[in-house]
């Protein structure tokens, strides 16, 4: 030939005497003619085809590596933006049980959620009463709660519960309790007597 001609974009010849030019490969692209190489996607960017001129960014709810793919984000974690080079735990209150999961979703009440995405029922004794809880709170005395409580109910008359209590006791013989939520028996009063 009489002339040699630039590799166009996408492409590279990395030797001379080259009687034509190599495509870039998937992972990989060149956005400039007449290159000798051809440049690796940055992270959070993808190229799945040969003779890239361009990556692109990676979506929302996967991260990419340097190298140009995309891998989902792990289930208890998010990616929200796209071109991400790393997905985030999701925090505390919060979870995601999918994999490739653009944003974490507040834990129901009754549960409560550590960083990492998933949620786990509030033990007896113990309640959440908002979405997103961090943490459960413990039943006050004349309450109790089973496990995933939304709530804590109240002692019904004749029983009672201290703190952190799953259920509530029978006033024991020669005590009584007449009121809802009490968190004591009083003795009989003399002359009356009371069965459990």
Do not use: H, K
Not at 163 to 173: D, E, H, K, R, Y
Request: a negative charge; glycine letters at 18%; one cysteine or more.
């Amino acid at each position: 030939g009489a002339v040699c001609s630039s590799c166009q974009v996408g492409s590279y010849s990395n030797f001379g005497g080259a009687s034509t030019c190599l495509a870039c490969p998937a992972g990989r692209y060149q956005s400039s003619g007449g290159s000798s190489t051809c440049l690796v996607c940055p992270a959070g960017q993808f190229q799945t085809s040969q003779g890239g001129s361009f990556c692109s960014d990676c979506w929302p709810g996967t991260f990419g590596y340097p190298g140009g793919f995309c891998t989902d984000c792990a289930a208890g974690t998010y990616s929200i933006m796209s071109g991400s080079s790393t997905c985030l735990a999701c925090p505390a209150g919060q979870f995601q049980t999918s994999q490739g999961g653009s944003f974490c979703s507040d834990c129901w009440p009754g549960t409560f959620g550590y960083p990492g995405g998933f949620c786990t029922d509030c033990a007896a004794g113990t309640y959440s009463i908002m979405p997103g809880a961090r943490q459960c709170v413990t039943c006050p005395p004349g309450t109790y709660s089973r496990a995933g409580a939304p709530e804590c109910m109240m002692c019904s008359p004749g029983s009672y519960s201290l703190i952190g209590s799953s259920t509530c006791l029978v006033c024991p013989a020669g005590q009584f309790q007449t009121s809802q939520g009490g968190s004591f028996c009083s003795d009989c009063w003399p002359g009356t007597f009371g069965y459990p």
